[in-house]
């Protein structure tokens, strides 16, 4: 079964609008242990895709972080405080205030 993300159009947007201005290729996602809900989502943008990534478009994501996240929408979220990526993942079973920690 093919592991999917959905981007919204505000996410989709933001990243080629950064790939471009920024010289970077890719926008990458990654989930990594800590945060104060035990995992947390990094975003970061790269020139290189790895072995192990899977590249949706423009994103690159690795196999393991996939696993945790997969059907997840990833947005791009313009508020008063700031701009910010984020993503609502149907597996998380607790979230953080600041919406980059997890628990699933």
């Given amino acids: 079964m093919e592991k999917k993300l ?12 950064i790939t471009k201005s920024d010289g970077k290729k890719y926008f990458r996602i990654a989930v990594q242990g800590g945060g104060c809900s035990g ?3 990094k975003f970061t943008f790269d020139d290189k895709i790895e072995k192990d990534d899977i590249l949706f478009n423009k994103t690159v994501i690795d196999r393991q972080s996939l696993d945790i996240i997969a059907g997840s929408v990833v947005d791009f979220k313009k508020e ?8 609502k993942n149907p597996k998380a079973s607790a ?10």
């Avoid at 008063?80 to 993503?87: A, L, P």
């Fill in 80 to 87: 008063m405080i700031g701009e910010t990526f984020s993503i």
């Fill in 95 to 104: 979230s953080c205030g600041c919406g980059l920690s997890f628990s699933v």
């Fill in 39 to 41: 995992f947390k989502y």
């Fill in 6 to 17: 959905e981007f919204t159009d505000s996410a989709k947007s933001q990243i080629e609008k």
